[in-house]
Protein backbone atom coordinates (compact mmCIF):
# COMPACT_ATOMS: atom_id res chain seq x y z
CA UNK A 1 0.00 0.00 0.00
CA UNK A 2 1.03 3.37 -0.89
CA UNK A 3 1.82 6.84 0.92
CA UNK A 4 -1.58 8.95 0.92
CA UNK A 5 -1.68 12.70 -0.21
CA UNK A 6 -1.27 13.28 3.38
CA UNK A 7 1.81 11.28 4.08
CA UNK A 8 3.56 12.43 0.71
CA UNK A 9 3.15 16.01 1.88
CA UNK A 10 4.17 15.90 4.99
CA UNK A 11 6.74 14.14 4.46
CA UNK A 12 7.81 16.37 1.22
CA UNK A 13 8.18 13.35 -1.20
CA UNK A 14 7.05 15.30 -4.03
CA UNK A 15 7.89 12.42 -6.53
CA UNK A 16 5.21 10.81 -4.81
CA UNK A 17 2.57 13.44 -4.40
CA UNK A 18 3.35 14.45 -8.03
CA UNK A 19 2.15 11.51 -8.80
CA UNK A 20 -1.04 11.35 -6.59
CA UNK A 21 -1.92 14.37 -7.78
CA UNK A 22 -1.65 13.76 -11.57
CA UNK A 23 -4.46 10.48 -10.54
CA UNK A 24 -7.01 13.57 -10.71
CA UNK A 25 -6.40 13.16 -6.33
CA UNK A 26 -7.94 16.46 -5.21
CA UNK A 27 -4.96 18.30 -3.44
CA UNK A 28 -8.03 19.72 -0.80
CA UNK A 29 -8.95 15.87 0.12
CA UNK A 30 -9.59 16.03 3.81
CA UNK A 31 -8.04 13.71 6.20
CA UNK A 32 -10.08 10.97 7.90
CA UNK A 33 -8.79 8.63 10.47
CA UNK A 34 -9.71 5.67 7.94
CA UNK A 35 -6.68 6.95 5.84
CA UNK A 36 -4.53 7.78 8.24
CA UNK A 37 -0.97 5.89 7.78
CA UNK A 38 -1.19 4.87 11.83
CA UNK A 39 -4.76 3.22 11.32
CA UNK A 40 -3.18 0.75 8.85
CA UNK A 41 -0.48 -0.73 11.66
CA UNK A 42 2.80 -1.59 11.62
CA UNK A 43 2.25 -4.24 9.06
CA UNK A 44 2.26 -2.11 6.09
CA UNK A 45 5.74 -0.70 6.75
CA UNK A 46 7.22 -3.80 7.92
CA UNK A 47 6.04 -5.50 4.14
CA UNK A 48 6.85 -2.28 2.62
CA UNK A 49 10.35 -2.70 4.13
CA UNK A 50 10.31 -6.58 3.18
CA UNK A 51 9.27 -6.04 -0.16
CA UNK A 52 11.75 -3.09 -1.24
CA UNK A 53 15.15 -4.10 0.76
CA UNK A 54 14.64 -7.04 2.66
CA UNK A 55 15.40 -5.14 5.62
CA UNK A 56 13.33 -6.94 7.87
CA UNK A 57 15.25 -7.07 11.48
CA UNK A 58 15.63 -3.15 10.69
CA UNK A 59 12.47 -2.00 10.05
CA UNK A 60 10.16 -4.31 12.35
CA UNK A 61 11.31 -2.42 15.33
CA UNK A 62 10.97 0.84 13.88
CA UNK A 63 7.71 0.54 12.70
CA UNK A 64 6.91 -0.86 16.93
CA UNK A 65 8.69 2.09 18.01
CA UNK A 66 6.50 4.90 16.22
CA UNK A 67 3.44 2.75 17.20
CA UNK A 68 4.87 2.89 21.05
CA UNK A 69 5.51 6.22 20.64
CA UNK A 70 2.68 7.59 19.36
CA UNK A 71 0.45 5.37 22.37
CA UNK A 72 2.69 6.02 25.07
CA UNK A 73 2.81 9.62 25.23
CA UNK A 74 6.39 10.24 24.96
CA UNK A 75 7.96 13.91 25.42
CA UNK A 76 8.51 15.63 22.29
CA UNK A 77 12.27 15.48 22.86
CA UNK A 78 12.48 11.80 22.81
CA UNK A 79 9.62 12.00 20.00
CA UNK A 80 12.61 14.04 18.07
CA UNK A 81 15.62 11.61 18.57
CA UNK A 82 13.25 8.46 18.14
CA UNK A 83 12.39 10.02 14.40
CA UNK A 84 15.74 11.08 13.47
CA UNK A 85 17.27 7.45 14.46
CA UNK A 86 14.48 5.58 12.66
CA UNK A 87 14.83 7.83 9.56
CA UNK A 88 18.82 7.07 9.63
CA UNK A 89 18.06 3.86 9.77
CA UNK A 90 15.73 3.57 7.38
CA UNK A 91 17.70 5.67 4.66
CA UNK A 92 20.81 3.53 5.25
CA UNK A 93 18.83 0.73 4.96
CA UNK A 94 17.82 1.91 1.66
CA UNK A 95 14.41 2.87 1.95
CA UNK A 96 13.72 6.72 1.82
CA UNK A 97 10.40 5.89 1.33
CA UNK A 98 10.09 4.08 4.60
CA UNK A 99 11.87 6.69 6.17
CA UNK A 100 9.13 8.98 5.30
CA UNK A 101 6.63 6.72 7.15
CA UNK A 102 8.43 6.98 9.99
CA UNK A 103 8.54 10.92 10.07
CA UNK A 104 4.51 10.20 9.56
CA UNK A 105 4.30 8.42 13.15
CA UNK A 106 6.62 10.84 14.57
CA UNK A 107 3.65 13.37 13.53
CA UNK A 108 0.79 11.05 15.39
CA UNK A 109 2.76 11.31 18.08
CA UNK A 110 3.70 14.90 18.47
CA UNK A 111 0.11 15.96 17.03
CA UNK A 112 -1.43 13.65 19.81
CA UNK A 113 1.29 15.46 22.07
CA UNK A 114 0.20 19.07 21.80
CA UNK A 115 -3.65 18.30 21.43
CA UNK A 116 -3.95 19.01 17.57
CA UNK A 117 -6.99 17.31 16.26
CA UNK A 118 -5.77 16.55 12.01
CA UNK A 119 -9.17 15.13 11.63
CA UNK A 120 -10.53 17.70 8.27
CA UNK A 121 -7.09 18.91 7.84
CA UNK A 122 -5.84 19.02 3.89
CA UNK A 123 -2.58 17.83 2.49
CA UNK A 124 -1.51 21.77 2.63
CA UNK A 125 -2.04 21.65 6.39
CA UNK A 126 0.31 18.44 7.27
CA UNK A 127 2.68 20.23 5.16
CA UNK A 128 2.50 23.03 7.46
CA UNK A 129 3.41 20.71 10.20
CA UNK A 130 6.61 19.61 9.13
CA UNK A 131 7.51 23.05 6.90
CA UNK A 132 7.89 21.11 3.53
CA UNK A 133 7.84 23.67 1.19
CA UNK A 134 7.96 21.72 -1.77
CA UNK A 135 4.89 19.61 -1.03
CA UNK A 136 3.12 22.62 -0.46
CA UNK A 137 4.20 24.78 -3.61
CA UNK A 138 3.68 21.87 -5.70
CA UNK A 139 -0.24 21.27 -3.99
CA UNK A 140 -1.02 25.05 -4.42
CA UNK A 141 0.11 25.33 -8.32
CA UNK A 142 -2.43 21.86 -8.68
CA UNK A 143 -5.13 23.88 -6.80
CA UNK A 144 -5.25 23.77 -2.74
CA UNK A 145 -7.42 26.33 -1.40
CA UNK A 146 -5.12 28.03 1.15
CA UNK A 147 -8.12 29.52 3.13
CA UNK A 148 -9.58 25.86 4.12
CA UNK A 149 -9.76 25.80 7.94
CA UNK A 150 -9.45 22.84 9.61
CA UNK A 151 -10.28 22.71 13.93
CA UNK A 152 -10.62 27.06 12.61
CA UNK A 153 -7.01 26.97 11.46
CA UNK A 154 -5.32 27.05 8.02
CA UNK A 155 -2.48 25.90 7.39
CA UNK A 156 -0.53 29.41 7.31
CA UNK A 157 -1.70 29.84 11.02
CA UNK A 158 -0.22 26.42 11.86
CA UNK A 159 3.35 27.15 10.15
CA UNK A 160 2.69 30.47 12.51
CA UNK A 161 2.28 28.67 15.50
CA UNK A 162 5.33 26.16 14.76
CA UNK A 163 7.65 29.15 13.45
CA UNK A 164 8.00 27.89 10.20
CA UNK A 165 9.00 31.82 8.65
CA UNK A 166 10.68 30.21 5.30
CA UNK A 167 7.84 28.13 4.36
CA UNK A 168 5.18 30.86 5.21
CA UNK A 169 6.91 33.64 2.84
CA UNK A 170 7.21 31.06 0.35
CA UNK A 171 3.94 29.90 0.39
CA UNK A 172 2.40 33.20 0.55
CA UNK A 173 4.61 34.70 -1.94
CA UNK A 174 3.48 31.60 -4.73
CA UNK A 175 -0.30 32.57 -3.75
CA UNK A 176 0.56 36.39 -4.51
CA UNK A 177 1.69 35.24 -7.50
CA UNK A 178 -0.95 32.32 -8.69
CA UNK A 179 -3.60 35.11 -7.93
CA UNK A 180 -1.72 37.33 -10.33
CA UNK A 181 -1.89 34.98 -12.84
CA UNK A 182 -5.46 33.92 -12.43
CA UNK A 183 -6.15 37.80 -12.66
CA UNK A 184 -3.89 38.10 -15.77
CA UNK A 185 -5.73 35.26 -17.28
CA UNK A 186 -9.34 36.14 -16.50
CA UNK A 187 -8.54 39.64 -18.02
CA UNK A 188 -7.02 37.81 -21.14
CA UNK A 189 -10.21 35.84 -20.97
CA UNK A 190 -12.70 38.34 -20.75
CA UNK A 191 -10.74 40.02 -23.61
CA UNK A 192 -10.74 37.11 -25.59
CA UNK A 193 -14.46 36.60 -24.63
CA UNK A 194 -15.38 39.80 -25.67
CA UNK A 195 -13.64 39.39 -29.41
CA UNK A 196 -15.78 36.92 -29.73
CA UNK A 197 -18.97 38.86 -29.72
CA UNK A 198 -17.99 41.38 -31.72
CA UNK A 199 -16.68 38.71 -33.90
CA UNK A 200 -20.11 36.42 -33.79
CA UNK A 201 -21.85 40.18 -33.77
CA UNK A 202 -20.08 40.65 -37.48
CA UNK A 203 -20.56 37.57 -38.66
CA UNK A 204 -24.40 37.16 -38.53
CA UNK A 205 -24.31 40.87 -39.74
CA UNK A 206 -22.34 39.81 -43.13
CA UNK A 207 -24.62 36.25 -43.23
CA UNK A 208 -27.40 38.86 -43.29
CA UNK A 209 -26.05 41.10 -46.41
CA UNK A 210 -25.15 37.97 -48.12
CA UNK A 211 -28.77 35.87 -47.64
CA UNK A 212 -30.42 39.70 -48.41
CA UNK A 213 -28.08 39.91 -51.50
CA UNK A 214 -28.72 36.12 -52.40
CA UNK A 215 -32.15 37.09 -52.36
CA UNK A 216 -31.78 40.15 -54.14
CA UNK A 217 -29.39 38.39 -56.78
CA UNK A 218 -32.75 35.20 -57.14
CA UNK A 219 -35.12 38.09 -57.63
CA UNK A 220 -32.93 39.73 -60.29
CA UNK A 221 -32.88 36.15 -61.73
CA UNK A 222 -36.29 35.58 -62.17
CA UNK A 223 -36.53 39.27 -63.91
CA UNK A 224 -33.92 38.62 -65.83
CA UNK A 225 -35.89 35.36 -67.13
CA UNK A 226 -38.99 37.16 -67.42
CA UNK A 227 -37.41 39.50 -69.55
CA UNK A 228 -35.73 36.97 -71.97
CA UNK A 229 -39.52 34.90 -72.14
CA UNK A 230 -40.76 38.19 -73.16
CA UNK A 231 -38.33 39.07 -75.29
CA UNK A 232 -38.79 35.55 -77.08
CA UNK A 233 -42.62 36.35 -77.19
CA UNK A 234 -42.06 39.65 -78.55
CA UNK A 235 -39.88 38.52 -81.00
CA UNK A 236 -42.73 35.59 -82.01
CA UNK A 237 -45.30 38.17 -82.25
CA UNK A 238 -43.28 40.56 -84.33
CA UNK A 239 -42.47 37.61 -86.76
CA UNK A 240 -46.03 36.76 -87.00
CA UNK A 241 -46.84 40.50 -87.67
CA UNK A 242 -44.06 40.55 -90.82
CA UNK A 243 -46.01 37.19 -91.82
CA UNK A 244 -49.04 38.82 -92.02
CA UNK A 245 -47.96 42.01 -93.22
CA UNK A 246 -46.37 40.07 -96.02
CA UNK A 247 -49.88 37.82 -96.82
CA UNK A 248 -52.07 41.13 -96.72
CA UNK A 249 -49.42 42.77 -99.21
CA UNK A 250 -49.70 39.95 -101.61
CA UNK A 251 -53.27 39.89 -101.49
CA UNK A 252 -53.63 43.70 -102.00
CA UNK A 253 -51.37 43.37 -105.09
CA UNK A 254 -53.29 40.25 -106.24
CA UNK A 255 -56.52 42.45 -105.73
CA UNK A 256 -54.88 45.24 -107.48
CA UNK A 257 -53.52 43.09 -110.61
CA UNK A 258 -57.12 41.64 -110.71
CA UNK A 259 -58.42 45.04 -111.12
CA UNK A 260 -56.21 46.03 -113.52
CA UNK A 261 -56.79 43.01 -116.01
CA UNK A 262 -60.54 43.52 -115.49
CA UNK A 263 -60.45 47.43 -117.11
CA UNK A 264 -58.35 46.11 -120.03
CA UNK A 265 -60.65 43.46 -120.82
CA UNK A 266 -63.48 46.20 -120.64
Known amino acids: MGMTIHEAAYANKTDVLEQILNGNISPNLAYTEVSSMFARGSANL ?3 AKKTMGFVAVMAPVAQLGLALYTGGASVFTLAVASHIAKNLAIRGGSKLAAGYV ?3 GLNAWTAKNGYNKEGWTPLHFAAV ?3 TCAALMLI ?7 ITAQGKT ?3 IAKELGHDDFIGSCEAKIRSNIARRQEYNVAQQARN ?3 EQLLAVTMERDEVLRQRNLQQEQVNRLTQ ?7 EVNRLNNGLIIRNEVLSQALNDEIAAT ?7
Do not use: K
Not at 141 to 147: E, S
Open 194 to 196: AAL
Open 155 to 157: FIN
Open 260 to 266: TIGNHSA
Open 141 to 147: DHGANPD
Open 103 to 105: SYY
Open 46 to 48: FWR
Open 226 to 232: RVGELEI
Open 130 to 132: SGA
